[in-house]
C-alpha cells in the first residue's frame, strides 16, 4: 500500500487492511439506543498492568455518540497474551458487530 493510501486512509478516519494493532468494539447507548463503533490501538491505548513484571494490560475509553450528549465509560483488562478477563461499560452497555451493521441509514 502506497504512503499516500495509507495517509489518506487515516485521515479519512478508516483503519488500514491488515493493522494488526487495532481492536475494535461495539457499544450501545442506553439513553438513546445508538450504536458506536471504538477502536483501540495496542501500542498506544492499552496501560500495563505491574506487579514485578508486566501482569496485564487495561483500556480505559470515554465513548461519546453524535445523538445525544452521554458519555459512556469503557473499561477493559486483559491477561498478558491480550486476552479479555473483564469488560465493564457504564452509561451503555457492548453491543455486536450485526448490531452495528443492522443501524438505520441516518446514523450511518
Not at 483501540?40 to 513484571?53: G, I, N, P, T
Request: proline share 3%.
Amino acid at each position: 500500500m502506497s504512503v499516500f493510501r495509507r495517509l489518506w486512509g487515516r485521515l479519512a478516519g478508516g483503519v488500514p487492511s491488515g493493522d494488526a494493532q487495532a481492536m475494535v468494539f461495539y457499544v450501545r447507548c442506553n439513553r438513546c439506543g445508538e450504536v458506536v463503533k471504538v477502536r483501540a490501538d495496542r501500542r498506544w491505548d492499552l496501560l500495563q498492568e505491574l506487579d514485578d513484571s508486566v501482569t496485564g494490560y487495561s483500556l480505559h475509553k470515554d465513548v461519546l455518540g453524535t445523538r445525544c450528549n452521554q458519555l459512556m465509560r469503557m473499561v477493559v483488562r486483559f491477561d498478558r497474551d491480550y486476552r479479555i478477563t473483564h469488560k465493564e461499560l457504564e452509561g451503555g452497555r457492548f453491543a455486536t458487530p450485526a448490531e452495528y451493521e443492522a443501524r438505520p441509514a441516518d446514523e450511518a
